[in-house]
């Protein structure tokens, strides 16, 4: 059973699959679509939201260093997803590449996991633009029923129609076709970096020295229950993360860190993209350096604007503008935020539907979801399920529910595929790799030690509720996804003909 449980898919086979009439995308994204997808789905409300939070409680003026160390952490996994995704560019990102590395029933696991936080995370981002927009609608005179709005504030019976609408848009968008979603994401993103680049400039000349004194606020230790009190790591090293201080930076880079998530999606669109083996590695790494940077940038004018001991928790940016008579800033800003936000969500649920179009087309899910559309060459059918799904989880779950979601999956794939490169390198050392990984197996193992340091910063109740689906996930894989698995048929088929015996006329 354990040869089954970890055969592999070979990578000539995952490309010829991406041929078949009836299961191939449509190749029309390029190096610039896949950079604007990354920005896009990278720049949300953390930028707006995290800069303040992590400053105020965690490093002071040193959370921009704090910037740079998730920067690298991120980094490090970004030029292992780059020698993948151009080595093997095929839909699915990580749970493709598990597959072809480390075997079915890891790379079962991983999609699974994806396919729940992408979900889920289009739901949380789709409920919080809703209630920028709701808020915007106050402002101008226009509300909403209460019953129509945010779940938080309904009392009884709630549907959030805004959060559910723009869902079930975003659905739309994505089955007419990826250069129509390339559109609109370049343009929601040029009005998003515009926002911040105002907010860079314009906050610049607001910025006093003495704000920054001291950069690296005094070590305090974290009291307990509070900040980042991980149960996880007093148990293992018998001590908690530290405010300020310099392992306050560290501390710090553990929030932030989950500023950066979605790097990885633009590894999804690898099959839809002209020439992989350039520019998904132009794509992955360029847009993480140009969201570091726009990160490190603000998080230097916020704290320069005020002093980190007064920044506010729930808009650092706009009160900081506030603070130095500019409130007009603040409107700017939370609408810099709700447009930012279109894209993510957009972005979020394109990676979700090609995880499941891919393992569907594997057989390890129904193969009926795995038919492009005869028009738009686009999933349709995983597509328009997952969006319905996803509009009523939006529209009837609270947000204070949704956002128990924290991204350990995230972490938990860019350890799966940095093991995989190294693997992959021993068994398969003849492939051509149009972009190659430095330093292996040096690179790959730093970055598996730095997802891991940053998992076990996560809460307890984080990882018992990522055991529980995993639990789910390996249930369903034995009850249905290994006697269905196109590979497995294909290695059943070989043997059988290799024992059946010779025919009349055969001997």
């Known amino acids: 059973m354990s040869s089954t449980l970890f055969r592999t898919k070979k990578v000539e086979q995952s490309i010829l699959d991406t041929e078949e009439p009836e299961h191939a995308l449509k190749k029309s994204l390029s190096a610039l679509d896949l950079t604007v997808f990354g920005v896009g789905v ?11 939070t992590v400053a ?35 839909a699915g990102s990580a749970y493709t590449f598990s597959y072809a590395s480390l075997g079915e029933l890891p790379a079962w696991i991983i999609g699974w996991d994806l396919v729940l936080e992408f979900a889920l995370g289009t739901a949380v981002v789709a409920v919080g633009w809703s209630g920028y927009i709701a ?39 994505l089955v ?8 609109i994401t370049s343009l929601v993103v040029a009005i998003k970096v515009t926002v911040v680049l105002v907010v860079i400039i314009a906050g610049a000349f607001f910025i006093e020295s003495k704000n920054y004194d001291p950069f690296v606020p005094k070590a305090q230790e974290v009291e307990a229950g509070g900040g980042l009190d991980s149960p996880l790591i007093q148990l293992m090293f018998g001590w908690a993360p530290s405010n300020f201080g310099v392992m306050g930076i560290f501390t710090a880079a553990s929030v932030v860190f989950f500023a950066f998530i979605g790097f990885d999606v633009v590894a999804t669109a690898a ?42 928790v729930d808009a650092p940016l706009a009160d900081a503008f506030k603070a130095t008579g500019h409130p007009w800033y603040a409107g700017f800003i939370s609408f810099g935020a709700a447009v930012g936000l279109t894209t993510v969500c957009m972005i979020l649920l394109l990676g979700q539907t090609r995880v499941f179009f891919a393992m569907s087309r594997d057989g390890l899910l129904p193969r009926f979801f795995s038919r ?47 093991v995989g490169v190294v693997i992959l390198r021993r068994t398969r050392p003849d492939l051509h790799r149009s972009f190659r990984t430095p330093w292996v197996p040096v690179l790959p193992i730093l970055s598996v030690g730095a997802s891991l340091w940053l998992m076990l910063n996560l809460p307890a109740e984080t990882w018992v509720r990522f055991g529980a689906w995993m639990l789910l996930g390996v249930v369903v894989y034995f009850l249905y996804s290994r006697s269905h698995s196109r590979l497995g048929r294909q290695e059943e088929t070989t043997v059988g003909e290799v024992l059946r015996p010779p025919g009349r006329g055969e001997m």
């Open 372 to 418: 492009v559309h005869p028009r738009f060459k686009t999933p349709h059918r995983p597509t328009i399920l997952l969006g319905v799904l996803i509009a009523v989880v939006a529209g009837f779950t609270p947000l204070s529910e949704l956002a128990e979601l924290v991204n350990i999956g995230t972490l938990f794939a860019f350890v799966i595929v940095a």
């Open 176 to 183: 007419l076709g990826m250069k129509l979603s390339a559109r």
């Open 42 to 52: 990278i720049i949300g409300t953390g930028i707006f939201v995290l800069t303040g």
């Open 56 to 90: 105020k409680n965690n490093a002071g003026p040193s959370v921009a260093l704090a910037f740079v160390v998730a920067g690298v952490v991120c980094a490090l996994a970004a030029l292992c997803y780059a020698e993948f995704a151009s080595t093997l560019p095929v």
């Open 135 to 173: 808020s915007l609608l106050d402002n101008a005179g226009w509300h909403l029923p209460e019953a129509l709005g945010s779940r938080d504030a309904a009392d009884g019976f709630g549907f959030d129609i805004l959060a559910a609408a723009l869902v079930l848009l975003l659905t739309v968008i």
């Open 271 to 312: 099959e839809e993209t002209k020439d992989p083996q350039r520019a998904m590695p132009r794509g992955i790494l360029g847009s993480l350096l140009i969201c570091t940077t726009l990160y490190v940038a603000v998080s230097v004018v916020v704290t320069g604007m005020q002093h980190y001991s007064e920044l506010s």
